[in-house]
């Protein structure tokens, strides 16, 4: 199974506390072999970005952020998914209309087209998945499932106790 995760859950790597962003959980998905832990490339972009505000005001280093990333991109249990392929544009783009984050827009298309299991605490991308963007995403990827932390924990729960 490939699990991609929103940029938040990688935050606490440039020392950005997020709540509900639950650490563990990435050491939960190592110890088990079927799943595939993916990012989308943008996130290091996000990381950046949000890194270079902190700087400004004076809540991080240049060396906090710099250190992140590179823990990131080392990281050997982990891969990064490419949003530029056209499959994942046309699809931002279209969901771009709906939603006012494009960055969002690629994150999530690059998990419809290469995950099974987008984690995301966004709540409004929850809903929009599971409304009006339903039918869409099931004619590309009938398996996809966007889900939070708690869900996570439970599907791998789910899948031990069928093993």
């Not at 280093?61 to 992140?68: A, Q, R, S, Y």
């Not at 209309?97 to 299991?117: E, F, G, R």
Request: glycine residues 2%.
């Amino acid at each position: 199974m490939k699990i991609l995760f929103d940029s938040s859950y990688f935050f606490p790597l440039i020392k950005i506390k997020v709540e509900k962003s639950s650490p563990e959980i990435f050491s939960l998905i190592h110890q088990k072999k079927p799943f595939e832990m993916q990012f989308s490339s943008i996130t290091l972009f996000e990381l950046s970005a949000k890194g270079a505000r902190m700087i400004k005001s004076g809540k991080l280093t240049v060396n906090d952020v710099i250190d992140g990333i590179n823990a990131l991109v080392s990281w050997k249990n982990i891969s990064a998914i490419n949003p530029w392929n056209g499959e994942v544009q046309r699809l931002a783009f279209d969901f771009r209309l709906d939603h006012s984050d494009y960055i969002d827009c690629l994150i999530l298309t690059s998990a419809i087209i290469h995950a099974n299991v987008f984690v995301s605490e966004d709540i409004t991308l929850q809903k929009l998945l599971k409304t009006k963007w339903l039918n869409r995403i099931r004619e590309i990827n009938i398996e996809f499932e966007i889900v939070n932390t708690d869900q996570l924990k439970a599907k791998i729960n789910e899948i031990d106790v069928n093993t």
